[in-house]
């Protein structure tokens, strides 16, 4: 992101099904001290539920924040196998993965649960990461726009400015995830626009110049740099390099060197 933007960067890592407790508490003990001296964006590591509460404890005298990969919108309730915001929070979580791809895709997440779990999620003062991004099929269409303001709108369409002011918006392009394909700091920088432009006219050009978007989609420690140099990225979501400790922290890292 061009310095003298307000925006503070946020380097997100989404651990998906990977790490146990013992992963977890060994992970931070080599990742801590990597980025003890990082002031100049927020850490989130979003690991699976089981290791949540060993990620807080392991994280505790950290900058480094504790998200969830995902949660159930009813306070409580006959929902087997799901974990609600107020859950979320008791165990010192303070942000949320919202809409992952994956989610859509393999569990069948629809825009309509994406609000939902939004809505959930700001109710209960947790911080939102909502993903949107368009498959290659998509792309190819030319429905990238069409694609994005459907996820926009479905996901934010039934907020107020204030509701919405907390929100991370992450734009992952499918086609770019886990597939070691990533977005051109370009192609990413223009969606970026674009979203911001659907904020602008739904919200206000306030909020939409304080709204932070993250790139999502094969980040590695080689093309941050190109990303975030960009005006319009305001950071990172991060699958797969941030597993290990020592490509996560150049990743938080990214000013350096
Ligand atoms: P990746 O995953 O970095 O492994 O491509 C990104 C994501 O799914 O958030």
């Known amino acids: 992101m061009a310095a003298g933007s307000a925006r503070v960067p946020v380097i997100a890592g989404n651990w998906k099904m990977h790490k146990t407790q013992a992963e977890t508490r060994e992970f931070f003990a080599a990742f801590l001290p990597l980025v003890a001296g990082a ?41 087997t196998g799901e974990v609600s915001a107020g859950m979320l929070v008791e165990s010192g979580c303070r942000a949320v993965i919202v809409g992952h791809s994956e989610r859509r895709e393999h569990f069948g997440e629809t825009d309509d649960i994406v609000a939902r779990k939004t809505r959930a999620t700001l109710d209960a003062g947790l911080r939102p990461i909502v993903c949107v991004g368009e498959t290659l099929r998509e792309r190819e269409e030319g429905k990238m726009e069409e694609v994005l303001e459907r996820q926009f709108h479905g996901a934010f369409g039934a907020l107020t ?55 999502g989609g094969s980040v590695k420690p080689a093309n941050i740099r190109g990303l975030m140099a960009m005006e319009e990225i305001d950071g990172a979501l991060v699958g797969g390099a941030s597993l290990e400790a020592m490509s996560f922290a150049e990743l938080v890292n990214y000013r350096e060197g």
């Open 39 to 79: 002031k100049h964006c927020e850490i989130v590591v979003a690991p699976p539920f089981t290791a949540l509460a060993a990620a807080v404890e392991a994280a505790r005298d950290s900058a480094v924040m504790i998200g969830a990969q995902d949660l159930y919108w009813e306070p409580q309730g006959a929902f």
């Open 161 to 215: 400015a204030q509701a919405f002011s907390p929100i991370l918006v992450a734009y992952e392009p499918v086609w770019a995830i886990g597939t070691g394909r990533t977005a051109t700091p370009q192609l990413a920088a223009e969606a970026h626009g674009f979203l911001r432009s659907l904020a602008a006219s739904r919200f206000g050009h306030e909020a939409a110049a304080r709204l932070r978007i993250l790139y």
